[in-house]
């Protein structure tokens, strides 16, 4: 069992590298364009279409970095009330806790994912620039399953007992 967790760390540590690479390419492209705009804006030649790339590019970026927010333990929590309680008992919420968390995310990355497969059957396309939706769409699925996954190692690690969280 110890061996399948370390096994499943990595590949989340790898996993979240690479998302979190992409995440940042979509920030920087976030913020090429905007300055792009803005200058361009001036001689009164705005870039067609901005604000769809923002969202779309903003959406993408916050989805592939909530895997690695989770691994630092960035996320706000409330922890007042739970200090009190005895490490035991901190534990089993910590676990039920993840457990909710793990049944959220992959939930929510089934349903993304099923609206991008719907997405991409009728070629829905954004209504400025005419891309494809269903390409963000199915990145924001990976990065909601990404958190699931980090949750549920997380999950595993406390009820093992490891001290890494």
Partial sequence: MTQFIKNLDSIGVILNRCLIAVAGFFLVVMMVLTVANVFLRSFGIPLKGTFELMGYCGAVAAALALAKTQVARQHIAVEVLIRIFPRTLQSILSIIGSLIGVIFFVLA?????????????????????????????????????????????????????????
């Fill in 109 to 165: 990355a089934l349903q993304t994912w099923r609206m991008g497969n719907n997405f991409w059957q009728v070629n829905e396309l954004s209504e400025t620039l005419r891309f494809a939706y269903f390409p963000f769409v199915y990145a924001v699925s990976l990065g909601l399953a990404v958190i699931a996954l980090v949750l549920a190692i997380q999950m595993l690690q406390e009820l093992k007992g490891d001290k890494k969280l």
